[in-house]
């Protein structure tokens, strides 16, 4: 192995014993106060970039959460859209049927058939959005709710629900005579 330089200066005196001791001493005190004072400025600029980076990340991640929500809401409305243009009933009638609409009272002209259809529940009315104009259309019910699970906002009109249901008449069997008078 070969000896350290210090070792060699010493065996060709050009050094001794009490001025290698000296410089050892002041070698480990200079290493000693460059590890306790290791440039805290490098250390806090470091900590401010560590930071920034995370705000960055942080930021980044909450505008693509917005965009992801901006684009399923987008995808809704083109859903919603769809399935109104692909369902919607012809309301060619004459009669005026009314309904509320944001507490609002609102018309649409139905035939008889399709106000029979409304108050038993298989047709429904809902706002078809075009740009700024909203138009009111028939759909049948299912289709009613599939939209109403993705906005139930568009969905303004659909007849009450029956609770009992529809009850057959159990006289149906039975002929009522002409000539009676109540």
Not at 12 to 30: C, V
């Amino acid at each position: 192995m070969p000896a350290s330089l210090q070792d060699q200066l010493k065996k060709s005196g050009l050094i001794d014993d009490k001025k290698a001791k000296q410089l050892k001493r002041a070698k480990h005190k200079q290493e000693k106060l460059a590890r306790k004072t290791k440039n805290p400025a490098a250390d806090q600029h470091k900590l401010e970039l560590d930071r920034a980076k995370s705000e960055k990340i942080a930021k980044d991640r909450q505008l693509n959460m917005e965009k992801n929500k901006q684009a399923e809401k987008h995808a809704l409305a083109a859903q919603i859209k769809q399935l109104i243009e692909m369902n919607i009933v012809a309301n060619d009638g004459d009669q005026k049927f009314s309904f509320t609409d944001a507490n609002i009272i609102r018309h649409i002209y139905v035939n008889q058939t399709q106000i029979d259809q409304l108050s038993r529940g298989k047709l429904a009315i809902v706002t078809q959005k075009d740009g700024q104009k909203h138009n009111h259309v028939l759909v049948p019910m299912g289709v009613a709710n599939k939209i109403e699970q993705r906005d139930a906002k568009v969905v303004v009109f659909t007849a009450p629900q029956n609770t009992v249901g529809e009850e057959e008449d159990p006289y149906a069997d039975f002929q009522i005579p002409d000539d009676l008078t109540w």
